[in-house]
């Protein structure tokens, strides 16, 4: 179980840090501005997007955050992490700019997987069996 936990928060304070906490910090700076040019998105798009980034990172390192808002949280990152790679193979190719995402995406992954191994009973579907 410990192990279990370890595994957990490692990989969820991984999401908080790179998806909530460095936006925050560094969404307005020339470099992102760049990035999101680069990439063909408005600007519009890149605010709102680092707002859910900032708000699903806190959804998911809260412990008390309602269950159904983890589930958004975990599926919104996982769009965000398929579609940052389509956008960088799109517009530079195969290259390791497009890869990346899916590095953050198998942590991501992890991370699920050990949510509901630590809280078995926090489906928010209910079974059918």
């Given at each position: ?34 990035g999101i040019n680069h990439l063909q998105y408005p600007v ?44 960088h193979f799109a517009i530079d190719g195969i290259g390791i ?33």
């Amino acid at each position: 179980m410990k192990k279990d936990k370890i595994i957990f928060w490692t990989t969820t304070i991984i999401i908080f840090l790179m998806e909530g906490v460095m936006p925050a910090l560094t969404s307005q700076t020339e470099l992102a501005k760049e990035g999101i040019n680069h990439l063909q998105y408005p600007v519009y798009f890149a605010n709102a997007l680092v707002v859910c980034k900032i708000l699903g990172s806190l959804v998911l390192i809260i412990p008390a955050a309602p269950k159904v808002l983890k589930e958004w949280a975990y599926t919104g990152f996982g769009f965000v992490f398929i579609f940052a790679a389509i956008s960088h193979f799109a517009i530079d190719g195969i290259g390791i700019e497009g890869f990346i995402p899916f590095i953050f995406l198998a942590i991501l992954a992890v991370s699920y997987n050990y949510y509901h191994k630590l809280n078995p009973n926090n489906h928010v579907v209910p079974s059918l069996s």
